[in-house]
């Protein structure tokens, strides 16, 4: 019953716009003089002439063989307002922030391929994000664009270039 409550709530939510997108983001994530290497995100967005409400989710974590312990991932969930003029989309909103981050060294913890193990922190902070999207495709429902978004909280600042796929569903106005 919840979900059929939550999908009658989208649907007559996104009854008010012209259009409704979902896309989806791979790309790269930088975090305090750290790469993490794979982000991958998703997002809905509903425009209305020139704004654009979205919800977005990204999730990053490292990729690789022999990496230290424990592993590093970060996660952004967002609200996002945002105005579109021609090509390029600027958008600002509140985000929550959270993962687990490696900090002192301890040694290595044995193994031929071991890389070491570290102390790490778990961590969670609400910030400012940002982001600036150009598109590099957009017809009727296929959209391709180059977004740069920013996290700014107060523990761990990040900043991450993705390159957006989407699927578009544009409304005839009445």
Known sequence: MKKLLVIVFVL???NNFSQVSFKIHPGAFFIKDDLCEIVIGASISFQ???LIYSLEFYSAEE????LPEPPQYFNQLGVLIGKKKNRIQLSLGLTTFWGEKRT????NTGGFL?????NSERFSSVGIASKIGFDLIKNKRFL???DLNTNINYKYSAFFPVLSFGYSFNKKKT
């Open 12 to 14: 007559n939510f996104s």
């Open 104 to 107: 002192t060294y301890r040694g």
């Open 114 to 118: 071991s890389l070491g193990s570290y």
């Open 144 to 146: 391709m664009s180059i």
């Open 48 to 50: 209305k002439e020139n």
């Open 63 to 66: 990729a690789g063989f022999f």
